[in-house]
């Protein structure tokens, strides 16, 4: 399976103060570029699901796709619009990744898509093992374009939160390993943004 990928950049970044968040630099690099550096070479095609006015990212030479939902209603509007995207270009599924995580797995797609066939199912969301438990990150994940519509209706209803779409679903889990550190950290605060830089290779 070949999939195109969406960056999702439509939150409002309160604990950073407000801004484009993956605009901030670590290392001399944008963390929205260390995105697109890790996740191209992963999708057949790649956009950013961001708000507001588009021609402020025309630097990064990717498509820029709006929330199609008002009013900044979390990650569910950004993989609907990243399906509504994906279907625009005759694309059958699309996976997603946050623009504030530097250090996503390089092997996202393939294990997503792996997790999914395994598993009979449709969806698939990226986890790591914490204390014995798995933890669920819903911002990674493979997302079937035929069920667009379901989840349009579903955030008319509103429903916010991913988990309680992808559970109503299905959804496989592609289990990372976070022994050495965790590949989804995201920077939501300066704190993070300097723990990042300690993280950096």
């Avoid at 588009?54 to 900044?72: E, H, M, N, Q, T």
């Avoid at 920077?187 to 943004?193: A, I, R, W």
Wanted: no cysteine.
């Amino acid at each position: 399976m070949s999939v195109p990928g969406v960056i999702l950049a439509g939150g409002l970044a309160r604990r950073m103060g407000g801004g484009d968040k993956g605009r901030l630099m670590l290392g001399g690099v944008s963390l929205i570029s260390r995105v697109i550096d890790r996740m191209r070479p992963q999708v057949t095609g790649l956009a950013l699901n961001a708000n507001g006015d588009p021609a402020r990212f025309a630097d990064l030479g990717l498509p820029v796709i709006a929330d199609g939902v008002a009013d900044f209603p979390g990650p569910l509007a950004g993989v609907l619009a990243g399906l509504d995207w994906a279907a625009t270009i005759g694309a059958r599924h699309v996976v997603t990744a946050a623009a504030d995580t530097p250090f996503l797995p390089d092997d996202l797609t393939a294990r997503l898509i792996a997790a999914a066939e395994v598993e009979g199912t449709e969806i698939a969301l990226a986890a790591t093992r914490e204390g014995g438990k798995d933890i669920r990150h819903p911002t990674f994940g493979l997302w079937p374009v035929a069920l667009r519509d379901d989840l349009r209706e579903a955030l008319a209803g509103g429903l916010r939160k991913v988990v309680l779409w992808t559970d109503r679903h299905g959804a496989a889990t592609a289990l990372f390993s976070s022994e050495t550190f965790d590949p989804f950290f995201n920077v939501n605060t300066p704190e993070d943004l300097a723990a990042a830089e300690m993280m950096l290779p």
